[in-house]
């Protein structure tokens, strides 16, 4: 019944360290979103995918990449996290309006 | 005039009364205006949504009041109940932005007493 998936749910890196956190739907869904959400805040758009085509927010820092090798899988690279980079980390799917959200990734960093 | 204005930031309602929740926004060319309910440690996930071509849409508990003139539209969660305390997201997008981007409200920390 899962439609979008995360792995893994909770994640521990150690500052500097690089990190994958990874996503994948069953819907079928062109659109596949990452969001990073802080605790109590509305989730903040980091990029997304149309198809192939990548989209990235203006203020979304360097650190912060993504790769879709197909249309079933996303993945958020984190190249050095640093401690502000602790938060909810979700991946969303659309196919027009409605959006998907996955139950997210608690990243932490010690 | 990409913002979408969220109240109360928090909420407290006896259970079997009814919750408000208001969002209003500038942008006319939203046409499509979602509410996502997230439980803590869980993703968002789509209560209900409206398109500005009606006044109202009612999902079991659930209304969406939109007024299109002032640009608001509000959540009602009729006989609330211990269960439906999560935060509530209104939010906005449009038809013809790219890849359906939404703009988020705040959020409000809804919270129903036994």
């Known amino acids: 019944d899962a439609m979008v998936i995360q792995n893994p749910r909770y994640q521990v890196t150690q500052f500097g360290k690089p990190v994958t956190l990874s996503c994948s739907q069953t819907l079928n869904h062109n659109v596949m979103y990452w969001y990073q959400q802080k605790s109590s805040q509305a989730p903040k758009l980091l990029f997304h995918?149309?198809?192939?085509?990548?989209?990235n927010e203006a203020d979304t820092p360097d650190n912060f990449q993504s790769r879709r090798p197909n249309t079933s899988f996303c993945f958020l690279d984190i190249r050095s996290p640093g401690l502000g980079d602790a938060a909810m980390y979700l991946c969303?799917?659309?196919?027009?309006?409605?959006?998907?959200f996955g139950p997210g990734t608690r990243l932490t960093v010690t | 005039q990409q913002q979408v204005k969220q109240s109360p930031q928090s909420l407290i309602v006896q259970k079997g009364g009814i919750s408000i929740i208001n969002c209003a926004y500038e942008?006319?060319?939203?046409?499509?205006f979602p509410w996502y309910q997230q439980f803590p440690g869980k993703g968002p996930a789509l209560l209900i949504a409206?398109?500005?071509?009606?006044s109202e849409k009612k999902e079991g508990r659930f209304t969406i009041s939109f007024n299109k003139s002032a640009k608001q539209f509000s959540l009602h969660i009729m006989d609330s109940q211990p269960g439906d305390s999560a935060t509530y997201f209104c939010?906005?997008?449009?038809?013809?932005?790219?890849?359906?981007?939404?703009?988020f409200g705040s959020g409000t920390r809804l919270s129903i007493r036994p």
């Open positions: 995918y149309y198809d192939k085509d990548f989209n």
């Open positions: 969303a799917t659309s196919n027009r309006n409605e959006q998907y």
């Open positions: 942008n006319t060319a939203f046409d499509y």
């Open positions: 939010a906005a997008s449009s038809e013809y932005s790219s890849a359906s981007k939404i703009i």
């Open positions: 409206i398109r500005p071509d009606v």
